[in-house]
């Protein structure tokens, strides 16, 4: 379906929803770009409820890996041992999960110094109809956001990635395509006005799989 088309139908049934639960998540992108139901809301379309013990799992791993950065890699919220409630699931902090986390933060701080940010909602306006009014908003929460200070043209975008299925991987990955779009609206000219090109990071620590692609800031915003 044109993009045109497609956004024009997103007005016709009302796309809306709360900040915390956008109807149009780029975590399921690959759905709601492709599927037949399209442009119904996620929840009425392609999928339905997926909070299960793994996505559970993913969302305790990340408020981990955010106090670790904001602590140095301590982790004073999450001491191991410690057992924490997430979706109706119980899980207990292991010497595992701070290892796996370990990992994606030795691969962050490679990049050397630099401005960042870390579980960053972004979002954008998508289409607006003939009175300049948005048709709908993107948005999603960006783990990693960072620009390093001996290359300011560059913007690096990571996303956390904790179950342990198949590979993921960054190029052409329209998730992170979106993520990469809702930084650089919600950013640019503010914070980064001098970035040319973002680099996608995908990490998946159980894996030990992390991937980057590279794609310049004109390309993002001709997809």
Known sequence: MAAEAWLAQLAEVGVGGAAHHPLFPPSASDRWLTCTASPQPIERGCQGNDANVFSAEGS???L??????????????????????????EFTINQT??????????????????????????????????????????????????????DPTVLHVADLKYGKGVRVFAKDNSQMRLYALGVLAEYVPVLFDSIIWV?????????????????????????
């Not at 955010?66 to 041992?81: A, Q, S, W």
């Not at 620590?205 to 310049?216: A, F, G, I, K």
Request: glycine fraction near 8%.
């Open 60 to 62: 305790l791993a990340h």
């Open 64 to 89: 981990v890996f955010t106090d670790m950065i904001e602590n140095r890699r301590e982790h004073p919220k999450f001491p191991l041992g410690s057992k924490h409630t997430v979706d109706g699931f």
């Open 97 to 150: 999960m701070i290892d796996h986390l370990d990992w994606c933060l030795d691969i962050i701080h490679e990049l050397g110094d630099g401005v960042g940010m870390s579980e960053r909602r972004v979002g954008f306006d998508a289409g607006f109809d003939d009175a300049g009014v948005p048709m709908t908003r993107i948005e999603g929460t960006a783990d990693i956001i960072f620009q390093p200070d001996n």
């Open 199 to 223: 680099h996608l990071h995908v990490l998946q620590p159980r894996l030990n799989h992390h991937d980057v692609w590279r794609v310049s800031v004109q390309d993002l915003l001709a997809w």
